[in-house]
C-alpha cells in the first residue's frame, strides 16, 4: 500500500506544480487598445496641446490622473470619449469664457487670451488620453 502512495504523491505533486508553458498560453496578447496608450504620444495633437497646457496655468487646476481643483484630464477624456467636432468646440469655448456646473460647483476660470485654435488643440489633447 505505501509502495502505491509514493507513486501517487509525486504524480499528484506534478500535475499540481504544472508547466509554465500552459500558464504563458492563457495570458492574453498586446490587445489594439494597449498599442494605442503607447502610440498616443507621437501625436501631433497630443504633443501640441500637452505643449499649450504647460504653457498655460491649466496644471494649477487640473492633472491627468486625479481630482484637484477641477477634474482629472483622463475623467474629462472618458466623459467625452466619443466626441464630435461640435462637443471639442464647446469644450474650447468652455476652457476661454469659463464655466461651471458641468464637473461641480467650482467654477473654472476663463482664460479669454488664449485663441479658439489654441484651446481646441488643448481639448485634442485631453480626449486623446482616453486612447
Given at each position: 500500500m505505501k509502495k502505491m502512495m509514493i507513486p501517487a504523491a509525486f504524480l499528484l505533486f506534478?500535475?499540481?506544480c504544472g508547466s509554465n508553458e500552459e500558464k504563458k498560453a492563457?495570458?492574453?496578447?498586446?490587445?489594439?487598445?494597449?498599442?494605442?496608450?503607447?502610440d498616443v504620444s507621437a501625436?501631433?495633437?497630443y504633443k501640441a496641446g500637452l505643449a499649450l497646457i504647460g504653457k498655460?496655468?491649466?496644471?494649477?487646476?487640473?492633472?491627468?490622473s486625479e481630482t484637484s481643483?477641477?477634474?482629472?484630464?483622463k475623467d474629462v477624456a472618458a466623459k467625452y470619449a466619443n466626441a464630435a467636432d461640435t462637443?471639442?468646440?464647446?469644450l474650447a469655448h468652455t476652457i476661454i469664457k469659463g464655466g461651471s456646473g458641468?464637473?461641480?460647483?467650482?467654477?473654472?476660470?476663463?482664460?479669454?487670451?488664449?485663441?479658439?485654435?489654441d484651446a481646441k488643440q488643448m481639448v485634442k489633447?485631453?480626449?486623446?488620453l482616453n486612447q
Open positions: 506534478a500535475i499540481a492563457e495570458e492574453p496578447a498586446t490587445t489594439a487598445t494597449e498599442e494605442k496608450k503607447e501625436n501631433p495633437d498655460n496655468d491649466c496644471l494649477t487646476c487640473h492633472k491627468v481643483t477641477g477634474p482629472a484630464y462637443t471639442i468646440d464647446r458641468h464637473w461641480g460647483t467650482i467654477p473654472m476660470t476663463p482664460h479669454p487670451n488664449l485663441s479658439v485654435e489633447y485631453v480626449l486623446l
